[in-house]
């Protein structure tokens, strides 16, 4: 048995502590937000928070968030009114959409540890998460303007 709070819920997950922390989220909570992109760890989709850290949830096991707190795109505002989800609507990022719930979480948990942060810690920091429409440039704008807190 697993236990660890899911979006402010503490939960418990019977299955193996080797299960991937995306399958849950997904199968057994049904929280659909969190993305299966690539599967091994590259792409970003799957971003989650685990005690505010953006994470990948299918290399991270169950095992791995044991006691631990794990925030998906459903839990990081329940309104949507994150101020990186504010910026992300102003700016329009999203074109086919799924990459963002991804690229909002690990930009949410950038700016917790940069809170202004110039062009190029914002490329860095995001070089990892792939969107393959290719809304780089929005992406940028967005985060800039969530660390102006506009």
């Not at 690229?103 to 860095?124: C, G, R, S, V, Y």
């Not at 920091?125 to 792939?130: K, T």
Request: glycine content about 12%.
């Amino acid at each position: 048995m697993t236990t660890f709070t899911l979006n402010g819920v503490e939960r418990e997950f019977g299955e193996s502590e080797a299960m991937p922390l995306l399958w849950a989220i997904r199968d057994i909570a049904g929280l659909t937000g969190t993305k299966y992109g690539c599967g091994v760890g590259l792409c970003g989709a799957c971003t989650v928070h685990v005690d505010g850290k953006a994470v990948r949830s299918c290399q991270t096991t169950l095992g791995e968030v044991a006691g631990k707190r794990v925030t998906t795109i459903e839990g990081l505002d329940p309104a949507g009114n994150h101020p990186v989800q504010v910026a992300w609507r102003d700016r329009n990022v999203p074109q086919c959409g799924f990459c963002q719930t991804g690229q909002i979480m690990h930009a949410a948990a950038f700016l917790n540890e940069t809170p202004k942060p110039t062009d190029d810690e914002i490329l860095t920091a995001m070089s990892g998460n792939v969107c393959r429409c290719g809304c780089y440039q929005r992406i940028v704008e967005a985060v800039r303007l969530a660390s102006t807190g506009a």
